[in-house]
């Protein structure tokens, strides 16, 4: 799993997408997005257990995102952007 910043960069690029993995579940909340990829996991059997292992972690440290500043962002140094256009 690579460094988020990184990642969403090159997702945004890849895609040309204003939204991006890790800014993502930062806005909805680590707790939510582990519960997501927990069910996926569960569904389709096999999933990588890093970023839930990761999530995890985050989340026992306290940092769950969803505008608390204690997310992969705003950890690693990141500004947040908004996804719509005002």
Same mark, same amino acid.
Do not use: K, T
């Given at each position: 799993m690579g460094d988020p910043e990184a990642t969403d960069s090159l997702f945004r690029s890849w895609f040309r997408s204003e939204l991006a993995p890790f800014m993502s579940m930062d806005d909805m909340g680590l707790d939510i997005a582990l519960n997501i990829e927990e069910h996926y996991? /569960?569904? +389709? !059997?096999s999933l990588a257990e890093g970023p839930r292992k990761l999530c995890r972690q985050m989340? /026992?440290? !306290?940092? +769950? !995102?969803?505008n608390l500043a204690t997310d992969f962002t705003s950890i690693q140094g990141m500004e947040k /952007? =908004? =996804?719509l256009n005002p």
């Open positions: 996991a /569960e569904v +389709l !059997g989340i /026992e440290q !306290g940092n +769950l !995102g969803g /952007e =908004y =996804y």
